[in-house]
């Protein structure tokens, strides 16, 4: 579905972004974590079209991307983090305009509003939406021609937590249909939970790419916390992978004195800490 | 052809919901009556009063010109002010990743209210002139107003960057068309100071009756037009990056 190689792109003389390659296989939900400014959105642009002065290649439905056509935007739905509607116009006139701008048929603007939780202000102007409604607007624009790929930013940026699982949901029921998802994130734990690979980018390069769980597995393992009382509470841990042999906790077990035992395993928070040194904050 | 249609018709929409856009297209033509019925009215008054045989009706030709200008100008204006909305919402860099692209938004919003504008001037014109204009004249006149048109709306455009800024642009801008003016009043060779204007060569055709200096009024025009959409393109481009 998307292939890039050896992919560089400058605003200025010096590189942006540089010797990037990657491959996104059909119907995979591909995330780019990164800091700010760290080139994810510069990267989206190239594969949506929109920058079109890079060097390398980058294909995307067949197409490479400098040479794209009006016709690519038929297969591509785009999620931008800020708003891109008529605030003067009701979110019904909204998606019925931009449908109507695809050749394909369009997705039903009142089911896709449903689904979303604004059919009741299907009729409201978008001016008049909360920043989290606007998002869920959005979101629906980009798949109103139900497009094979979507490049969806910050997806769940703005939305309480309800909202933000109903969003995670309709991504994996669209991911469940067979499409391709570019997700660009600053947020671990979404991305943990909804992609199959992740690449983290730090100044316009790739540092890691594998999937979530084989990135947090390359850490080692999980450790284990307890908690005992002996004159006073007590703590310690040991990895997972020794706690076998760790007779002080064996011995708590036979006598039943354990106050409290956990397992914290890394998160991907952790590993893009370890890999980048950097936070994503 | 189906998305820039649809796209200019989403124009309109948005104009329905913006009293100021929609009066502003209004505006040639209640401008078109009050040249029409009360200039002349107010002429006789101030003959009558003054008894001169005429104060006003040496002017009816720029009265005329300027009249030529106006409908192309505020369908121009009201197009650049829809943009600049887009571009504050942001609709702009969407609609360039949709199947209507860079090419149709603007022939959408550029290219559609000049043919319009075109075909209006000529109309009005035709119904509000006070002289007696030849068709040959109304058209070529119709063409020069609509350029001129889209030379206001391109530095609108370029040099602003919200509507607030673009209203303010917009009253700077109509000055290009006081080129008109310039060869009715100076007769020396200082007129030619604003001869990079094109309006300056629609008012020396018409003064002068001479359709021919229509022509450099035209590739002025297209120089005008071509180096503001570059720039216009270029700041479009800034902001996608």
């Known amino acids: ?281 | 052809m189906r998305a820039i249609r649809l796209s200019f018709f989403q124009m309109i929409a948005v104009l329905r919901r913006d009293m100021m856009l929609l009066v502003s297209c209004l505006a040639p033509i209640l401008a078109g009556f009050f040249f029409r019925f009360a200039i002349p009215l107010l002429e006789t008054a101030l003959t009558d009063s003054f008894h001169i045989t005429s104060i006003i009706s040496p002017c009816y030709e720029l009265i005329d010109l300027l009249f030529a200008m106006l409908p192309s100008t505020m369908f121009c204006f009201v197009s650049a002010m829809v943009s600049l909305e887009e571009r504050d919402e942001k609709t702009v860099s969407y609609l360039f990743i949709t199947p209507l692209g860079k090419t149709g938004y603007l022939f959408a919003r550029f290219g559609i209210p000049a043919v319009i504008a075109f075909f209006a001037t000529a109309i009005l014109l035709s119904v509000f002139k006070l002289t007696a204009l030849s068709p040959l004249t109304i058209l070529l006149l119709a063409a020069g107003g609509t350029l001129q048109g889209m030379i206001v709306a391109l530095l609108v455009l370029t040099f602003s960057s919200n509507k607030l800024e673009g209203m303010a642009v917009a009253k700077l801008s109509t000055l290009t068309i006081l080129g008109a003016v310039t060869p009715f009043f100076i007769q020396s060779d200082t007129q030619y100071v604003t001869s990079p204007l094109p309006s300056f060569w629609i008012g020396k055709a018409i003064l002068e009756d001479v359709p021919l200096y229509m022509l450099p009024a035209f590739v002025l025009s297209a120089m005008w037009i071509y180096f503001l959409l570059k720039r216009y393109l270029g700041k479009i481009q800034e902001k996608i990056n």
Not at chain 1, 23 to 46: C, H, R, Y
Not at chain 1, 165 to 194: C, F, P, S, V, Y
Not at chain 1, 269 to 278: E, K, P, S, V, Y
Request: net charge neutral.
């Open chain 1, 1 to 281: 579905m998307i292939t890039v190689e050896n992919l560089s792109f400058s605003y200025s003389k010096s590189p942006f972004i540089s010797g990037m390659s990657f491959s996104v296989s059909e119907g995979e939900i591909f995330g780019f974590l990164g800091p700010s400014g760290a080139g994810k959105s510069t990267l989206q642009k190239i594969l949506i079209g929109m920058l079109r002065t890079y060097q390398g290649s980058c294909i995307v439905n067949g197409v490479e991307c400098k040479n794209r056509t009006k016709h690519f935007y038929e297969n591509i739905g785009v999620d931008f983090e800020f708003s891109t509607m008529y605030e003067k116009l009701t979110a019904k006139e909204n998606l019925q305009f931009f449908s109507s701008l695809y050749k394909k048929q369009p997705r039903p603007v009142d089911v896709l509003l449903k689904m979303v939780g604004l059919e009741q202000d299907a009729d409201k102007r978008v001016a008049d939406y909360s920043k989290g409604m606007k998002s869920r607007l959005n979101f629906i624009k980009a798949l109103l021609h139900d497009p094979p790929l979507l490049c969806l930013d910050e997806p769940t940026s703005g939305l309480d937590p309800a909202n933000s699982r109903m969003m995670k949901n309709m991504i994996l029921e669209e991911k469940a249909k067979g499409k391709t998802i570019l997700l660009t994130t600053h947020n671990m734990q979404d991305a943990a939970e909804l992609c199959d690979r992740v690449a983290f980018i730090v100044n316009g390069k790739i540092c890691a790419l594998d999937s979530p769980h084989n990135l947090i597995m390359s850490k080692g393992a999980a450790a284990v916390t307890y908690t005992w009382i002996e004159n006073g509470e007590h703590s310690a841990s040991c990895s997972l992978e020794q706690i076998s042999s760790d007779e002080r906790l064996k011995s708590l077990i036979a006598e039943n004195r354990l106050q409290s035992i956990h397992s914290s395993e890394p998160t991907l928070n952790d590993i893009f800490m370890d890999i980048t040194g950097r936070t994503l904050l």
